[in-house]
């Protein structure tokens, strides 16, 4: 019946304050389910690119997991560094093209600090083979100079020229600071969206010069060697915590990792970045459907709530239904129209919902990428939150078939026998 749709918008607009609340709910659930399936995406996203180009990571004999976390995100404690010799045999190897060795275990006010040399600049990628660049500044050449990631500067509002102290030990509470050897500020990085971002960058010669009247984690008691007399001693680095491999051919990659793996001087690992970060997700997988099934149930009780609704509104649109009838409409005209609206509402709940979780990815999105390097996507559409949304689309369908059904009972027995 052509004058049905209208109609049911009037009916609609009487109830609009219930239909609202209905519709509020529904538009919360559907942002939550996609909100936690883009957030899952980006943070694996985040992950994926907080390295790119590096064919092999190479540190002390552990889980190729463990050595992924230390020494390309910074969490967790390596459980041994290698020797520098190893560095210097591994940049000799002839598949090799660059080498970056990281240093880890200092701190600053709970940033990471990494020790490094000039080809952390010339050869590291994020993203989609992004090289660092700088929003102010310069690489390091100086002994004690720093260079600082965006979120460090932002967050302590530095800038070039400041003069910051490292703590020995990492993390919020570092242990001892090494506050006779100052560093100066002479760059910062743009941002990147990785640990990059909250790193401070030296040397690894500074590594070796503020540690040299320390022993053993601890300094050494009575001995203290100022600033300007550290240059006398030989800088040149002991031993770094993990090595970043760039190689001539990617064909060559699992040869040079066996290589590694045999290595006889002492015991290495060499991991592939891209297969630990799928051992990551792996093990991450059942806390991810957990998430997206409690985000399911909320749908699921917003789409009951929607049924609720309108089972409750029946009785009070009875009369209505029977007026239906009486000027035409048929029983599978009631069930058509009782479906439409649960349809309908389904519909425009998700669509508020979409709109919903892009205002909240465009206003928490600096948030969320400053404190844990997830970048939202205020809009999106790919093939995952489509099949989401088609699956919330067609519960809210199959939920308007018991309204409409118990619809249908009434009309037949309220109704009047239509004339045809």
Do not use: C
């Amino acid at each position: 019946m052509s004058y049905l749709p209208a109609l049911a918008l009037k009916s609609a607009w009487n109830r609009r304050y219930t239909l609202g609340l209905t519709l509020l709910a529904i538009a919360l659930s559907v942002a939550m389910l996609l909100g936690i399936e883009r957030l899952r995406q980006d943070a694996r996203a985040g992950f994926a690119q907080a390295v790119s180009g590096t064919d092999l990571v190479v540190g002390a004999r552990t889980s190729p997991l463990q050595l992924m976390l230390y020494g390309v995100f910074r969490m967790g404690e390596p459980t041994a560094n290698i020797a520098w010799s190893s560095v210097e045999h591994l940049a000799q190897h002839p598949a090799v093209a660059w080498v970056i060795p990281i240093s880890l275990g200092d701190s600053h006010r709970g940033f990471s600090v990494v020790g490094s040399n000039a080809a952390y600049f010339s050869h590291f990628r994020y993203g989609d083979a992004q090289p660092l660049s700088f929003r102010t500044g310069r690489p390091f050449t100086a002994l004690f100079d720093a260079v600082i990631g965006a979120e460090v500067a932002e967050r302590l509002n530095y800038r070039l020229g400041q003069r910051i102290t490292l703590n020995h030990g990492s993390g919020e509470i570092a242990l001892a600071e090494h506050a006779d050897k100052p560093f100066s500020i002479v760059g910062i990085l743009a941002r990147t969206g990785t640990p990059v971002d909250r790193s401070v960058h030296v040397s690894l010669e500074a590594i070796e010069a503020i540690h040299l009247d320390w022993q053993g984690g601890a300094a050494m008691p009575g001995l203290s060697i100022p600033a300007e007399h550290v240059a006398k001693f030989d800088l040149r680095p002991k031993e770094v915590t993990a090595v970043l491999l760039g190689l001539k051919s990617r064909a060559a990659v699992f040869a040079v990792q066996r290589q590694v793996a045999g290595f006889r001087d002492e015991a290495l690992t060499a991991v592939l970045p891209g297969v630990a970060l799928a051992q990551l997700w792996d093990m991450l997988a059942t806390g991810e459907r957990a998430l997206l099934a409690i985000s399911a149930l909320v749908v699921a009780v917003g789409l009951a709530g929607m049924v609720a609704v309108v089972l409750a509104g029946l009785n009070e649109r009875r009369r209505e239904l029977a007026i239906l009838r009486s000027v035409g409409a048929r029983p599978r005209d009631i069930v058509a129209l009782l479906t439409l609206e649960g349809l309908t509402l389904t519909g425009i709940g998700a669509l508020l919902g979409v709109a919903l979780l892009a205002a909240l990815a465009w206003t928490l999105g600096p948030w969320l990428q400053a404190e844990y390097g997830i970048a939202p996507r205020p809009f999106s559409a790919d093939l995952e939150e489509l099949k989401l949304l088609g699956v919330v689309l067609g519960v809210g369908l199959a939920s308007s078939l018991l309204p409409a059904w118990r619809a249908y009972r009434l009309s037949l027995a309220d109704g009047l026998t239509p004339r045809i």
